[in-house]
């Protein structure tokens, strides 16, 4: 399932490690904005990260799961990348 991931973190060294981490599961679509095709273990890897290296109480993760109709009417205005649902998987 397409997921959004956006974050506001404060120390700049957890920022980038929190950035780079992501990147191995999707794609930088703004700077603080991920858009990723997350397995349920993948993203219960990305929930136990933020659980176990930010700091909550200063720092803020939102992670939104969109299903596959809401985001074949989703749409890009601008610069961007759409990220789309394919019916085969590279493995």
Known sequence: MITVITYDITEPRRLNRLRRFLKEYGIRSQRSVFECRLSRAELADIRKYC???LDL???SVRIYRICD????????QGQGIKLTITGWEIV
């Open 51 to 53: 659980l176990s290296r």
């Open 57 to 59: 109480k200063e720092d």
């Open 69 to 76: 109709r809401c985001m074949a009417r989703a749409f890009v």
